[in-house]
Nanobody, 124 residues
Framework: QVQLVESGGGLVQAGGSLRLSCAAS????????LGWFRQAPGNEREFVAA????????YYADSVKGRFTISRDNAKNTVNLQMNSLKPEDTADYYC?????????????????WGRGTQVTVSS
């Protein structure tokens, strides 16, 4: 069982940056792949980025590639999402997700555990 709590959301102007963090419980944190997803009002939840258990591989949605960076610190049981060059279309609730499967997936069904989300608003 893994519990996830996101933080770091807020309001930022277009072109600005935010850093989201997700704190996880559990003694086997490094055995879980981690992902970030987002959901805007009226839209389906969409994949943003994912990282393997030891951080050796990452995977990004095309819409954020080159602007967002996912990283993890297994000693602190945290995963971060550095978001630069933010655009109004990045506005959404952002969710952290974890799964014991090692395969990086973009489908929400590929993740068993979810946080409650943190809101990001990018103004134009």
């Amino acid at each position: 069982q893994v519990q996830l709590v996101e933080s770091g959301g807020g309001l930022v102007q277009a072109g600005g940056s935010l850093r989201l963090s997700c704190a996880a419980s559990g003694r086997t944190f490094s055995s879980y792949k981690l992902g970030w997803f987002r959901q805007a009002p009226g839209n389906e939840r969409e994949f943003v980025a994912a990282i393997t258990g030891h951080g050796t591989s990452t995977y990004y949605a095309d819409s954020v590639k080159g602007r967002f960076t996912i990283s993890r610190d297994n000693a602190k049981n945290t995963v971060n999402l550095q978001m630069n060059s933010l655009k109004p279309e990045d506005t959404a609730d952002y969710y952290c997700a974890a799964d014991p499967s090692g395969v990086l997936r973009r489908q929400p069904t590929g993740y068993a555990y979810w946080g409650r989300g943190t809101q990001v608003t990018v103004s134009s």
